[in-house]
């Protein structure tokens, strides 16, 4: 009796002790809690946000407004203003509901948002408008996010796969769910490569390729980590055939192949690949020179091909001299969105700007060490800041950026520093 007496005490001081030594939560973190709750039947899901805290550090949510979401309601305050809708919680807390339609037609040519009876697939964005917070000064947000789905249906998104997520991004103090979300009675399979967690899901019949597409990452992600030394650690690749639009899309870790594109397509050029580059390369352009990201996204997709053997080096010189004949279409490099035949044009630019790195450093340097330095800029690129970081390398302005080989690109001059 006495030994367990012993015991008994020295188990509760232990239990004294780990309970003493744990850490107190964050005063400065509130929490939010997303639900997503669809209905297949009528092409919505129904979200509900739930605001907990200690007091009132989350003072005001802006939400973007979308002719999609409709019944939004709240405990607190909600302004309905032209452009968006300003939410002003209770002190402690409280609940903000909304539905979503979710289909959304892309350029008439399918659907870029879906959901039906069998599946679901969209952007977290799609149901979560993008939102800015008014918040006591270092307050943050710690974000979860649940699905209420049908019976028999999974779900999987670009984070881990748990019954709760965590939603945290490191660069902002409101966290918001982000990336492709594809749902249903689902097929996936995963594969660790490359130091990144793949898994590669759409619903059964659909015809996608998932073996397939784990095979021709294992033979690139690869040489993409030597690339792009820093690759997230994770990358859901959604797939799925009909309504969708026949295309792939990128974003934040993830991105949307239709189950009909092929892997890698007769010119040799693969649209898997150039959404992988898009999303390791982690940047956008400014206005007018979205052909850099473009044209990047497109010269390491046919690198990664040509690299590892994928292809061979006749076909690669093959789908290059292709691109050039495609590129005579484009009447200007610089201004608005990347067409085809500029992202072809840009291509050649990006091939010569190569040649010239290798040239000028006796092989010392390469494309590759440009692409590293615009990702280490980590801003809105354009074609002052691709010159400026040239010219750093190769120690004067390239003539592969001179205007003249730039169609409808205005002439630049490097910075001071870089000279």
Not at 169 to 180: A, C
Not at 406 to 418: A, F, V
Request: charged share 25%; hydrophobic share 40%; glycine share 8%.
């Amino acid at each position: 009796m006495r030994v367990l007496l012993v015991c008994v005490a020295l188990c509760g001081a232990c239990g004294t002790q780990v309970a003493d030594s744990e850490e107190p939560a964050d005063p400065l973190a509130y929490q939010l809690t997303l639900v997503f709750e669809p209905r297949p039947l009528d092409s919505v899901v129904d979200v509900t946000m739930r605001l907990d805290q200690p007091r009132s550090l989350l003072r005001e949510l802006r939400l973007r407004n979308d002719v999609r979401i409709s019944r939004m309601r709240g405990d607190g305050d909600l302004i309905r203003e032209e452009s968006l809708t300003r939410w002003l919680p209770p002190d402690d807390g409280g609940t903000l509901q909304w539905s979503v339609a979710v289909p959304h037609r892309r350029n008439g040519d399918g659907y870029d948002a879906w959901l039906g009876a069998e599946f679901g697939l969209f952007r977290a964005e799609d149901v979560v408008p993008r939102a800015s917070s008014r918040a006591l000064k270092g307050a943050y947000s710690d974000t979860t996010l649940r699905f209420r789905l049908p019976a028999g249906w999974s779900v999987v998104t670009q984070y881990q796969d748990t019954g709760t997520i965590r939603v945290d991004n490191p660069e902002r103090r409101l966290d918001l769910p982000s990336g492709w979300i594809v749902m249903g009675e689902l097929g996936v399979r995963r594969e660790q490569i490359a130091g990144m967690r793949v898994a590669v899901a759409g619903p059964v019949n659909h015809s996608i390729r998932r073996l397939d597409t784990l095979a021709l990452l294992n033979w690139t992600l690869p040489e993409l980590a030597r690339i792009v030394p820093q690759l997230p650690a994770r990358l859901t690749i959604v797939s799925a055939g009909d309504p969708m639009w026949r295309g792939g899309l990128s974003a934040p870790k993830s991105l949307f192949l239709h189950a009909d594109r092929p892997l890698i397509s007769e010119n040799a050029t693969s649209t898997l690949l150039h959404e992988i580059m898009h999303m390791a390369l982690g940047f956008d352009s400014e206005h007018d020179h979205d052909w850099i990201v473009e044209g990047l996204a497109e010269y390491y997709s046919l690198q990664l091909l040509a690299r590892t053997g994928s292809i061979s080096a006749a076909r690669h010189a093959a789908a290059e001299q292709d691109l050039a004949d495609w590129s005579r279409d484009a009447t200007r490099l610089c201004g608005g969105q990347s067409t085809g035949p500029q992202t072809a044009l840009a291509v050649g630019v990006f091939s010569r700007l190569d040649a010239e790195i290798r040239d000028s450093t006796s092989g010392e340097a390469t494309l590759d060490d440009l692409t590293r330095g615009l990702i280490a800029r980590g801003e809105l690129v354009n074609l002052q800041i691709l010159a400026d970081i040239a010219t750093g390398i190769i120690g004067h302005k390239p003539d592969a950026l001179h205007s003249g080989q730039l169609p409808g690109c205005r002439n630049i001059s490097p910075t001071p520093e870089t000279q």
